[in-house]
């Protein structure tokens, strides 16, 4: 017997050819769409464990969340008005504080509480980089999402030598990878380049190599990274990455806000990949120049290029189909209007999303054959009315709050607006009691009607002292050699 049959959709697939039903069907037998069509009369009375009448729905590929980090989700709203140097400081006494394993009951909170979030919102995969991964594998895999994970690498971050921190990403890898029917995907998370140093990234290239994972990254997130590219004999960030050999299809690159149209061709012909997070630098803007990521070049180029939330609980947002919209916008206020179309953007948050994450094999498009992750929109609503260019609606006016069911690997985690795979009044309860307990253990003040972060001296007592003491010298030593006369 059929699982599950949805007939009377719309059906937009995002398949090669963009093949659109106004009124589809589609059939998915154990974990896989086995029939995508236009609906006939006997599919109203098929014998399938679950129908659903699609009459005013949209059925789409699963959104896939290219770029993400979910252990401090349970601390949302904290960070909100911070500005960014106030950000970056508690950021990192956050994560030293993770790695010592002294808030495992946050990470675990804050990873369901994401998970949760995901699923309502039409997210079916994710790519997360997080401190104690191993935590959320259990959380992620019960939840029925499709997730790609990993523990952060950084040997000018972290007071870790380089062996252990390799020991315990290869233990991740041998421990978790393809578990969950498939669903969880370790991969090797070099934090970014501008707190490695080039023997780190030489290891990380012979590991990526030997286990033939994704390798994920923030790359050219800010300009300091080709000076500590420099800093560790590579011409430039990318040129360091093709030097040690990880300039290649298993590479995803988060942000690339301050590459250049050179960067974007590199990036393209090494098949390399792309996440996109314009919420999190629209958010924040680090910068006074708004350096942006070239999405002119990079679509010029035909680089692949996925959208990611990113630390959602930065800019306090979970919608990834607002990441869309977000993208259009920032592109037309740095390049002018037009820069790119709404199927493109929809391609990006699915078909291309999942290349990015070398998922395309499986997920990103509706056709048979593929992995049975949908997510069912409710447009019966006037704000989608009157109902044409679709990929303009989904671009531009959708929002994560009209996904009413959500299917992956042919599994419900949510049907009718009723979450199937989680507690969901059980992950509130430990949500509150996660931030309670860490609102008791610190000097953070976090409250209804905002926050107040702890002192200095509370924070520089937690900060790292040798690995961001080395990264601030050698950053120092190579602006300087940088100046001096030939
Ligand atoms: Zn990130």
């Known amino acids: 017997m059929t699982d599950v049959l949805v007939h009377d959709a719309l059906v937009v697939t995002v398949d090669d050819h963009d093949n659109v039903y106004e009124s589809g069907t589609v059939v998915v037998e154990d974990d896989r769409i086995t029939e995508v069509r236009p609906t006939i009369p006997d599919d109203r009375t098929a014998d399938a464990e679950v129908v659903i009448d699609g009459s005013d729905k949209l059925v789409m590929p699963g959104l896939v969340n290219a770029h993400a980090h979910l252990e401090s989700s349970a601390l949302r709203g904290a960070y909100s008005d911070l500005s960014y140097g106030e950000l970056l400081v508690d950021m990192t006494v956050i994560c030293q504080q993770l790695a010592k394993g002294e ?118 997130e800010d300009s300091v990274s080709d000076l500590n590219a420099r800093a560790n004999k590579g011409e430039d960030s990318i040129g360091l990455l093709d030097d040690v050999g990880l300039l290649n299809d298993r590479l995803l690159a988060a942000h690339f806000r301050a590459a250049d149209e050179e960067d974007a061709r590199r990036i393209a012909e090494a098949d390399a990949n792309v996440a996109h997070c314009p919420s999190v630098f629209a958010y924040w803007s680090p910068d006074e120049t708004c350096e942006w990521m070239p999405l002119p070049s990079l679509r010029d180029f035909d680089a692949t290029v996925g959208l990611g939330l990113d630390d959602h609980y930065y800019h306090d947002n979970n919608d990834m189909f607002g990441e869309a919209r977000q993208t259009r916008l920032m592109a037309n206020h740095e390049w002018t209007a037009n820069q790119i179309t709404s199927l493109e953007l929809v391609r990006m948050l699915t078909a291309e999303g999942a290349r990015a994450l070398s998922l395309d094999d499986q997920t990103g498009s509706l056709e048979p054959g593929k992995k049975a992750d949908l997510t069912v929109v409710d447009i019966d609503d006037p704000n989608f009315k009157p109902l044409t260019n679709i990929y303009s609606l989904v671009s531009n006016a959708v929002t994560g709050r009209d996904v009413e069911t959500v299917i992956v690997d042919g599994n419900l985690l949510m049907h009718d607006n009723d979450i199937e795979t989680m507690d969901e009044e ?48 050698r950053l120092a030593y190579q602006s300087i050699k940088d100046h001096l006369p030939l």
């Open 103 to 220: 808030l495992d009951y946050l990470a675990e909170a804050g990873v369901r509480l994401a998970a949760l979030n995901f699923i309502r919102n039409g997210i079916t995969s994710v790519c997360t980089m997080d401190i104690r991964s191993e935590l959320g594998v259990p959380i992620l895999g019960e939840s029925g999402l499709r997730a790609l994970t990993g523990p952060l690498i950084s040997d000018l971050f972290w007071d870790e030598p380089v062996e252990s921190q390799l020991r315990r990403a290869e233990k991740f890898i041998d421990d978790h990878h393809e578990t969950y029917d498939g669903r969880i995907h370790a991969t090797l998370c070099p934090h970014d380049d501008m707190t490695l140093t080039r023997g780190m990234w030489e290891s990380v290239a012979d590991t990526a190599e030997e286990y033939d994972v994704v390798v994920h990254t923030h790359l050219l």
């Open 426 to 473: 059980a992950v509130f309860r430990e949500v509150d009691e996660a931030l309670e307990r860490y609102t008791d253990e610190t000097d953070w003040e976090i409250t209804l009607t905002g926050s107040k972060r702890p002192g200095t001296i509370s924070n520089v007592r937690d900060l790292p002292k040798r690995g961001p003491a080395h990264l601030v010298g």
